[in-house]
Every structure is written in structure tokens, then in C-alpha cells.
């Protein structure tokens, strides 16, 4: 199994695409959120991957760095539908209120031409909190992680060897989601910049955490390896410095992917 990051910022990067990313096994593959663009299509394009080859989307809220990218999919999804004869099903998964604000952005967007797969070829299926649930060949826990800004979802992930991986969503674990991370063989933490210059970037008014605030979480969690996404632009060192940094709380295996890196999971 191995995911892709096909971006690693938060929502406001001029040097690297919002976070989502791609996950991989066999023929089976989910995208985890889409970004903010049309640059979703560019990005899976660069991979070979076409967008009729993907099983399913998770979409985790409704953020603009989120969200605005996954109508561009539907978008090709649907166009493969109405003109090249494309019969196969994808599905759409979150939570209630993320799906009723993809549903609404496709409706003022798309057109009848497109819309008109929805709910016969395009699936859209509501996740409640601590549900189980199989999408795209994947086997899923998804979980509220308890935002305060808005619901957002994120979910534990059954890798082929028996163990787990944690995606804890685009902000940090909570005590109420604990449980979903504990000993993790992976877990994905948002870090939105560099301890260092959080009175910069103020990531804690933004409900964010650190490299090094992430690096303890993972420490704490007593998991194998972390990797660290959701960060501010920085540079070409930003790779050496988040690593440095969490390595200073974390004992375990620490990932600072760059956009469109792959991870063998």
C-alpha cells in the first residue's frame, strides 16, 4: 500500500498545492480530499492516474483548501460518464453537512449534463462518528475529530499487514480521538509550521499545532511512524527543519513529504 501526497500546504501556499493525497493498493485507490483548484486534475494527471480509475473521494470538511477541488473532480468523473460511456460508480464520502456543500457547489457549477449521475453512478455516503465502513477496497473507521470550526472528519485505516494508520485530519489528536491513534503503525498530523515561529504564524489561534507540539502527540500515542502535512510554505529546508525538530521529541520514523512524493506504507 502506498499513499502520495499530491499536496502538502495549508490553505493559503504559493509554493505547494493544499493538502490531499492519494492512497493506493492493487487497483484500489481513494483520494483524501482535493485541494483548492482545478490543480487536483494536474496533480493525478502527473501520477497517470485517471480520475475514472479512482474507487472513492473522502472528503474531511468544508474548508476552501478542502473542498474546492472536489467538483473538479466530479466534474471529470461525470464527463467521463456523459461522453465517453464510462460505467463504472464513484463515491463521495463525509460527513452530512460536507456532502449537502459538495452537493450545492456541483448544483451551481456543473450543469444537468453532469449532476444527472448523481445517485445512480455517483454515490454520495453520509460517515457518522466511530463508524466502520469499506471505500474503494479500504477498510475504515471514520471518526469526528472535533473540531471547533466545523465538523470534520477523519478515520483509522486497516493496512495489509494487520496494523494501523491514523489520519487525524487537519488538526491535532484530541483526548476524544485518542483511541483512533494509540499505537498506530502510521499516523498523519498536521503541523502548520516550525515551533520556532509560531508567534509568526500563530498556529494555535487557527486550532494548529507545531512540528515539535505533532512530534510529542506521536511520542505520546506511542506510534511507529509519523508524517507531518498541513505546513506553511517555507522553503526547500523546510524538509530539515521539521524533521530536526520533531526528531527532538519523537523517537520513532518522522516523514516530511514533499508534494507528489509517494511513502510506501
Same mark, same amino acid.
Given at each position: 500500500?502506498?499513499?502520495?501526497?499530491?499536496?502538502?500546504? /495549508?490553505?493559503?501556499? *504559493?509554493? +505547494?498545492?493544499? =493538502?490531499?493525497?492519494?492512497?493506493?493498493?492493487?487497483?484500489? %485507490?481513494?483520494?483524501? &480530499?482535493?485541494?483548492?483548484?482545478?490543480?487536483?486534475?494536474?496533480?493525478?494527471?502527473?501520477?497517470?492516474?485517471?480520475?475514472?480509475?479512482?474507487?472513492?473521494?473522502?472528503?474531511?470538511?468544508?474548508?476552501?483548501?478542502?473542498?474546492?477541488?472536489?467538483?473538479?473532480?466530479?466534474?471529470?468523473?461525470?464527463?467521463?460518464?456523459?461522453?465517453?460511456?464510462?460505467?463504472?460508480?464513484?463515491?463521495?464520502?463525509?460527513?452530512?453537512?460536507?456532502?449537502?456543500?459538495?452537493?450545492?457547489? /456541483?448544483?451551481?457549477? *456543473?450543469? +444537468?449534463?453532469? =449532476?444527472?449521475?448523481?445517485?445512480?453512478?455517483?454515490?454520495? %455516503?453520509?460517515?457518522? &462518528?466511530?463508524?466502520?465502513?469499506?471505500?474503494?477496497?479500504?477498510?475504515?473507521?471514520?471518526?469526528?475529530?472535533?473540531?471547533?470550526?466545523?465538523?470534520?472528519?477523519?478515520?483509522?485505516?486497516?493496512?495489509?499487514?494487520?496494523?494501523?494508520?491514523?489520519?487525524?485530519?487537519?488538526?491535532?489528536?484530541?483526548?476524544?480521538?485518542?483511541?483512533?491513534?494509540?499505537?498506530?503503525?502510521?499516523?498523519?498530523?498536521?503541523?502548520?509550521?516550525?515551533?520556532?515561529?509560531?508567534?509568526?504564524?500563530?498556529?494555535?489561534?487557527?486550532?494548529?499545532?507545531?512540528?515539535?507540539?505533532?512530534?510529542?502527540?506521536?511520542?505520546?500515542?506511542?506510534?511507529?511512524?509519523?508524517?507531518?502535512?498541513?505546513?506553511?510554505?517555507?522553503?526547500?529546508?523546510?524538509?530539515?527543519?521539521?524533521?530536526?525538530?520533531?526528531?527532538?521529541?519523537?523517537?520513532?520514523?518522522?516523514?516530511?513529504?514533499?508534494?507528489?512524493?509517494?511513502?510506501?506504507?
Amino acid at each position: 500500500m502506498n499513499v502520495t501526497f499530491l499536496g502538502t500546504g /495549508c490553505a493559503l501556499v *504559493l509554493k +505547494r498545492y493544499n =493538502t490531499c493525497f492519494l492512497l493506493e493498493d492493487g487497483e484500489n %485507490r481513494l483520494l483524501v &480530499d482535493a485541494g483548492g483548484g482545478n490543480e487536483i486534475l494536474v496533480r493525478l494527471d502527473r501520477l497517470n492516474v485517471p480520475v475514472t480509475s479512482l474507487g472513492a473521494m473522502f472528503v474531511t470538511h468544508s474548508h476552501s483548501d478542502h473542498i474546492l477541488g472536489t467538483p473538479w473532480v466530479i466534474r471529470a468523473v461525470a464527463t467521463a460518464m456523459a461522453e465517453e460511456g464510462y460505467t463504472g460508480t464513484f463515491t463521495v464520502a463525509g460527513c452530512r453537512q460536507t456532502l449537502q456543500d459538495v452537493r450545492a457547489i /456541483c448544483h451551481m457549477i *456543473l450543469g +444537468r449534463k453532469l =449532476t444527472k449521475y448523481f445517485d445512480s453512478q455517483i454515490l454520495f %455516503r453520509e460517515v457518522s &462518528d466511530g463508524e466502520e465502513l469499506t471505500l474503494a477496497g479500504f477498510r475504515l473507521t471514520a471518526f469526528d475529530i472535533g473540531s471547533k470550526k466545523m465538523r470534520q472528519f477523519g478515520f483509522r485505516l486497516a493496512l495489509p499487514d494487520g496494523e494501523m494508520l491514523c489520519f487525524a485530519g487537519d488538526e491535532p489528536v484530541k483526548p476524544s480521538t485518542e483511541k483512533y491513534a494509540k499505537q498506530a503503525k502510521w499516523l498523519f498530523s498536521e503541523a502548520y509550521c516550525l515551533y520556532a515561529d509560531r508567534e509568526i504564524y500563530k498556529p494555535y489561534e487557527r486550532s494548529h499545532v507545531t512540528s515539535l507540539d505533532a512530534a510529542r502527540l506521536a511520542q505520546e500515542m506511542q506510534v511507529s511512524n509519523m508524517v507531518i502535512y498541513h505546513t506553511e510554505d517555507y522553503g526547500p529546508d523546510r524538509k530539515a527543519r521539521m524533521t530536526q525538530e520533531a526528531r527532538t521529541a519523537f523517537d520513532g520514523n518522522i516523514f516530511v513529504p514533499e508534494d507528489m512524493e509517494t511513502i510506501e506504507l
